[in-house]
């Protein structure tokens, strides 16, 4: 929890440092919108099988950088791609485990009394791809938006933990992860508070990872919040 302390901390000071600069500076014709960002997002295991639930809150936190090109004269209009980084969590019932030869096992666990925690976490350097509109202003900062796009992410590192009556199982950058994940994202808002959707377009499971004989082709969605600054 720490790190993101850390990591908010950090934004809000580089927004300090930019608020005080865009106040400075003369007004800009050629002005760029929202070139930084960070969300929080719950997260939800869509298209599971019915057996498969969540239980307590699944997180995601979202940070980059995205480079404005506006594409009209009065710059409401923009294209942006960007860089960015994302972690997220997943409390579960699904448990992934291995064997002594390093078999991998998918069950779910049924009785919710018998464990204290399971869930799969994962990181990923993300491309944001958009395209932006906005009612912005060379003075105007406080305007409505809707930006919506594509984002492609790489997951770098991946975490499986489980506590409970079978002990403590933790995994750590197991072969069970698409790597290469990608879906649809909308951000629509007034100001500071914006709403956040993502979609994912692709399973979260590559096609070798079986439950009861069947492809768990569960994908994400994320719901939250995200705010930009300059």
Not at 65 to 94: C, E, Q, V
Not at 121 to 140: K, M, Y
Request: glycine share 8%; with cysteine; charged share 15%.
């Amino acid at each position: 929890m720490n790190r993101y302390f850390v990591l908010l901390c950090f934004i809000l000071f580089i927004n300090t440092i930019f608020a005080q600069e865009i106040v400075n500076k003369t007004l800009d014709s050629l002005y760029r919108e929202d070139q930084f960002y960070f969300g929080v997002t719950y997260n939800i295991l869509s298209n599971s099988p019915d057996d498969l639930s969540q239980a307590g809150f699944s997180s995601g936190f979202h940070l980059g950088f995205i480079r404005d090109m506006p594409i009209n004269k009065k710059r409401t209009m923009a294209l942006g791609i960007g860089l960015g980084y994302s972690t997220n969590s997943y409390n579960n019932n699904l448990l992934i485990n291995n064997d002594d030869f390093g078999a991998f096992s998918y069950t779910i666990l049924e009785d919710g009394n018998t464990y204290s925690k399971n869930k799969f976490s994962t990181h990923l350097v993300e491309i944001p791809l958009e395209f932006r509109w906005r009612t912005s202003t060379a003075s105007d900062y406080n305007f409505w938006r809707i930006y919506t796009g594509f984002k492609f992410g790489y997951l770098f590192s991946n975490t499986t933990k489980y506590e409970g009556d079978l002990g403590n199982i933790k995994l750590n950058n197991i072969d069970s992860f698409n790597n290469l994940q990608y879906g649809l994202s909308l951000s629509v808002g007034y100001n500071t508070w914006n709403i956040y959707v993502y979609y994912a377009l692709n399973p979260v499971f590559t096609d070798d990872v079986l439950l009861n004989g069947n492809n768990l082709d569960i994908n994400t969605l994320k719901v939250g919040l995200i705010f930009y600054i300059l």
